[in-house]
């Protein structure tokens, strides 16, 4: 193609981009809504906060067999340890003597 055939092609593009301002506008919110605001979302982390009650509430179900009824977060192995040792105590059963 010709350099001056294609100067007039990228003139006329470029006149009928900034005819069309839907376009310009289409081309730049479609990457905010599409990539910035769900990172911002998942950056957040808004929705994990009620995941540690269903963690907690979780342990509580599976304890309750053994007379755990509550238990306070940062739900460790030894502060489940703890509970159920409570737990027993409440009903009568001696802690454990610690020898193996």
């Known amino acids: 193609m010709h350099a001056g055939r294609l100067g007039a092609v990228f003139r006329k ?6 005819r069309n301002k839907f376009i310009a506008v289409t081309m730049l919110a479609l990457p905010l809504f599409f ?4 990172i911002s979302q998942v ?3 808004k929705s994990t906060t009620p ?3 269903v963690i907690v509430s979780a342990i509580v179900d599976a304890l309750k067999d053994h007379g755990v009824r509550d238990i ?3 739900a460790t192995p ?3 340890w703890q509970a159920i040792q ?15």
């Open 86 to 100: 409570n737990a027993k105590a409440k009903r009568g059963h001696p802690p454990p003597s610690g020898k193996g």
């Open 13 to 18: 593009e470029l006149r009928d981009y900034r």
């Open 35 to 38: 990539l910035v605001i769900p």
């Open 72 to 74: 306070q977060m940062p």
């Open 51 to 53: 995941a540690l009650a």
């Open 43 to 45: 950056l957040a982390l």
């Open 78 to 80: 030894y502060a489940i």
